[in-house]
């Protein structure tokens, strides 16, 4: 019997692969290191290494972090692009995963991991003085990257209102700075201020802490 | 066979030297390894080493092709065991779960460690000679950042990265020499396994299970790092097997994120020249989702090692709702049947069986006997003559409902491996019985499948993990003379799971730890008495191994507790009411080596 299962569509499409120090991500600089040692791959003569650092040392926009008067867009390829509207979220529902998105310039900041972000409406009187300052109407928007191994918290616990990440099932509150329930995550999910116009939802700031897990960025 | 071009990273060393005189940055960015000393003399690791497995050396995960766990070194035994001591240990200085066994070449030996480090040392001394540290990308995320070791081959060690990548390192100075891209971890498909060396081809596969990953092996060239096959565990239109994926319901191209990850590594029939590998559960984990059998989900499927082509296989369940992958490559060993010696497979599975299976030289692979080890409520029993399974449909994960079974997805038994031993003909079982689980099967249309989101139709909140008869204890390890087909000892480790693979020696010693009591036990193979025990700095969950130098035996394992093993332990103690469970396990990674005292 030869019954050789196979594929000439092996995924490589990464998008974003950046090679660097686990937790010590130092920005353009570790791409600039990461695309000098793909041109020395090739070989390349030595005149070419400068080229590749210029071109790298630009934070691409999709890679950047939100931006204040980025609207926000859904996560799900299927709706990426369409703005999320105040009159799309009811209160309670699930947290959804989305993405900043810079609509003046078309540009959906999908370029990194660090950039999924959880929205969701919550009854505003529940909200705790610091998140109430944060959110708008109701919504707020945290870092979808658990602070424990990076995972997304896309775990709704309906019965407690809580946030959990399906990896290592940390448990976070979304009413109160995303603070930590239980489980190994070790500080809260960082938090993404918000503004409204109109019916658009507005990133009103930056996150109120370091993303991800390990050490912080310096 | 396909062929196609997957990346490669080859690093000149002449360039590297000119670009670190240009930059300091550039410097740490290739500065993945310290090196304290290089490994003079060291022993090329060829095939036919590979075939031999001299005791003295460790060279594969589970010590020989065959998968057995097995040493034949015999100066620790049961009349010295209790003079066994620490003669070394080594902090990795890492974290989380420990998952990987010590490789020993001729003295030196290598351990890897969650996030890829690779540390290789005096395997008498403890003293260090390099660490790798791989470059994860910064904004990495996996369900599981463990490794379960390298490979060694000719003159250079094989890391696979949790980025996807497979590596190849220079095994005197820990230099990385070349690298492919064979995963894509931001869509899940990141790598846990060991690496796997057979004629000059490294083999690995990628987990992805819980995300909508078609899973696949892929060998690469040990020397230049290029692609040499790929195989899918999942059929693609037109091959044998893919109308077991049948186009029905609202997925009906669920085969193309169907799971199937190969995400352990395998076992080698170098005589027969085939291989054995173990393909996971079904992604997502309602069956409903994917109508059909869905080959080869919940298989061992055998393969030729020179293309990647599947010469045989054997599907443990159809259809598989439960989790319950079947990873593990099963052991190749000889056992009786109807008074004859025949060339067989045995396999714990993580359905709660145990499974007798008869392989011939072309790899085709055929049913004798399963029998259960564990409660399982949803088998009601196996076909006589194919051990396919006839199900309780109460018991079957469906969408839209809350469905119980046992035992738990994390199986009768998880990856930790069995050990055999050839001398007694006795399988060691690391089991895990009286732990259950349910949850709310849904259909997850807010993410697509393959986009980096768990996508195991569920919702994480919902899963209830619990013990079945409070009174009872859960860890088990179960002693199983394949001949007879019979369960020859069982030990209760009582309020605890039991994640330890087990290692047994012509010492007539079996060796296991994996309990929340951070104990390191040799049991009398015979009996299942313990004749020593260790309390190590943290639970090791990693294989014990066993290795010689300059003619003295030394035992080594790797401590560090995390993973899964943490996490349904944390769950179960929480839920105790006996005040038995201990819930307070600490973490960190330490290599401990130990020996007879003079």
Redesign the interface.
Known sequence: MSNRASDKTAPKDKGFSCQCQEASYKGPEDNFRRDMLKYMTLAIPVANLALAGSASAAEKPERLPPQPGDRLTYFSKKKRGQIIKVSDLNELDKQQLILPFDTQNEIVRDGSRYNQILLQKLPEGDLSEKTKALSANGIVAYSAICTHAGCPVTGWVSDDEHYMCPCHQSVFNPKDSGVVMSGPAPRNLPALPLAIDGDEIVVAGSFNSWIGFGKPRR | ??K?S???????SC??G??TL??G??A???GLTKLTKEIEGYAPVTQKRLNEADPKDWLLPKGNYEGWMFSKLNEINKKNVKKLTPVWTYSTNVDSGHEAPALVNDGVMFVATP?NHVIALDAKTGQVFWRY???????????H?TSRGVALWEDKVYVAGL?GTLNALDAKTGERICQA?VG?W??G?YITSAPTPVKGKILVGPSGG?YGV?GFLEAMDADTCEQAW???????PG????ETWKKEGKRPDAWKYGGGSMWMPGNYDPEADVLYWGVGNGSPWLGDQRPGDNL?VASSIAMDPD??????HYQYHFNDSWDWAAMNAPMLVDFKKDGKTVKGLVSPQRNGYMYWLERDDKG?ISYVEGKPFVKNNAFKSLDEKTGRPTYDYDHVPVTGKRVDYCPSLWGGKNWPYESYNPETGVVYVPANDNVCNSFLGKFQD???P?????W?GI???DLDVYVDDPTKGVGQLQAWNINTREKVWQHDYGKTMNWGPVLSTAGGLVFSAGTNDRMLRAFDEKTGEVLWEFPLNSTAIAPPVSYEVDGKQYIAITAGYGVDAQ?TNS?LAEKDESGEWISDVPEGGVIWVFALSD
């Open positions: 066979m396909k196609n997957t990346p490669k990273l080859n690093y000149l360039c590297i000119i670009a240009m930059t940055s550039l740490t960015a290739a996030y540290k791989h470059d994860n990308p910064y904004d990495l995320s996996v369900m950042n980025d891209e894509d931001s869509v498909a819980e078609r790929r195989t899918y565990s999942v059929p693609g091959e044998p097997g893919h080869y293309n990647g082509d599947i010469v045989g085709e807010d993410v697509e393959a986009s980096g989101q768990f195991a919702d994480i909140p996490w769950v």
